[in-house]
């Protein structure tokens, strides 16, 4: 009973417009008034590297799905250009969003998350298991898995549940990942974060990611994708 439970809410249409921004224009702008100021505005770690509570210039807003994958999923050139009212909603969206050092976001980019052989760690002095491959490097033999970022393995279950709640909410394209980040969802408990990210997501938004609270949600949802 419970797996079809499961399954009606995973097969029916998901609501695009959220509860506290179904009038917004400017999603920058509401993600402005709540990111910081209404959802981190207690202790915090960063994603990628755990750093707890890192000066101002050092930590940015990084979405787990870029800017510039909605904006194609959605027939735009370039973000910028997008005024899909869908678009609006999901690049507005909190489940998707994390804070992250500068710098770790900038390298990742519009990088695909990917599993590399070996223990390559970009930003030795960190002590932060993050690794980076890029296409050109898998041609000269170095890897055959192409481009793409590793992120320590306490961040995969948590990336990979935001990430399977965009394709779900958003009917949007994997970039080739299903298999990876249902795979880290088994593979990655649910976080303590990641709990308390989705009840006070689900007071500002109005909405809870099902990932978090059903962990036979990622293996339902691949089934039927």
Known sequence: MRYFTLLIVLLATPALLLANNANDSNPQK???ELFWPQLYNRSYHTLYCAVNQPPQDKVTITRLYP???LAQAYGCDKHEHCNQIQYRYALADLH????????????????PFVELPGENMLFVEDKCDFEKRLADEAANGASAHGSGIEPRDYAKGEIARSILYMLWKYRLPDQGMLSLMVKWANQYPVSMEEKWRNEKIHAL???RNPFIDDKAMANIYASIR
Do not use: E, I, K
Not at 96 to 111: D, E, F, K, S, T
């Open 30 to 32: 509401r993600v402005n």
């Open 205 to 207: 938004q109005g909405n």
């Open 96 to 111: 998707n969003l994390w804070p992250a050092l500068v710098r770790y976001h900038q390298v990742r980019g519009q990088l």
């Open 67 to 69: 800017a510039s994958w």
